[in-house]
């Protein structure tokens, strides 16, 4: 698919805001250096932070980081080449020495990409930063997520980004749409013939969703207070799935079109209301550093959502995510609708799902439809069978690699947009405030009981399989 973006070229340095912290450390640098190496990195990265640290701390720090992801760091020539392209500027982002400090950084450089990894109450300090030393001139901008806490926040958001970068030069980022197994959904999709027919609410009962999480918050218990599960993980990451799930095929090729299509679906999304929703906490919880001692923040989430579309009406979504949960996948499970008639002893009712499709994200992803075969015998009895189209591929990118390297071409075409990430957040905005209390669960479980009664009009949750290779953690 096209890009249908031809306004930018490639930038000239990367300029990193928030360098210093947690993201950047797990996943950013890692990224950064699999760009070396791939040679999709070769401009200035300018680490911005409030850390009293110089060049030498920096550069410990990006070592440290590449060597936690698993890469040996003597004699390594990709690491060395990264080393060589940092530059970093401590600063509040309060002062405009700060960015006059970024700007003499910058040097020659014309066509900057600012990466904003920072907490979301200090984004408009640094765009305004940024605007008061002419920095956002021919710049563009990659916005780190969480975008909002609810809708009037990401409105605000949207509206002090606009005031500064053009929207074809804003990249918001939602890691889950630079995972190749998130793209697969839109190709898998819209690349075969035989899924159009039954893809709607004549064929399809229900669609279950899981992003389950076998580890607790992992120190973010501050970060957590502010968010809770439903802002952390479903109304982005989740409802990205829905929407490649759930989108009409996009009018013609480009991500324009997808762009337009995915929209659409957030905005047939029917407001969730408090009977939609089940929260839950797992037991602990409020014993992590930087957690209220009578917090409410759900670690655990269950909803039921419609959508209000000719296609989709009376179709239920089913969507469920926590952490300290039994197994660590993400899961998408498109159950179709029985045979009109139970013509065989063991088919009403059908033991388990008949036909389904199962989408594995992660790990080890899988593409498997499934079906009843007859059972050896005299007798009309069958088994349920799981024809898989794909096993785990190797060699992907990882989703930052990706997305980091599009923003530095130019390329738009993995991000949000504003219009659909207002929209995700009008279908969550009534529960943010109006929902029932968080119920206790025990690490190791599925969530509170309640979310089994959420599902029972469509039959169970699915719970995805364990990866044979995982180890639990907390
Ligand atoms: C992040 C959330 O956006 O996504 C985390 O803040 C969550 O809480 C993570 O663990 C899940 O991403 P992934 O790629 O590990 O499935």
Redesign the pocket.
Known sequence: MDSDNTALTDADAFVFFGATGDLAHKKIFPALYQMVRAGTLSVPVIGVAYSQWGLPEFRDHVRDSVRASGETVEDNETLEQLLSLLVYVDGDYGKPATFAAVKAALGSARRPAHYLAIPPSLFSTVITGLQDAGLNRDARVIVE?PFGRDLASAKELNRVLRSAFDESATFRID??LG?EEIMNLLYFRFANSFLEPIWNRDHVASVQIT?S?TFGVQG?GNFYETAGCLR??VQ??MFQIVALLAMEPPAYQGFQAVQDEKFKVFKGMQPLAAEDIVRGQFTGYRDEAGVAADSDVETFCALRLTIDSWRWAGVPWYLRSGKCLPVGA?EVVVELKPPPQPLFSDSNPAPGRANYFRFRL?PNPVIAIAARVKRVGEEFIGDQRELSLMNSQPGTEQ?YQRLLGDALAGDGALYTREDSIEAAWAVVEPILVHHHASQPYAPGTWGPEAADALISGAGHWHNPDPDPTEQPTR
């Open positions: 997520k890691h889950y995972k992003l999480e973010r952390d993980v982005n990451h993400a992660s989703p």
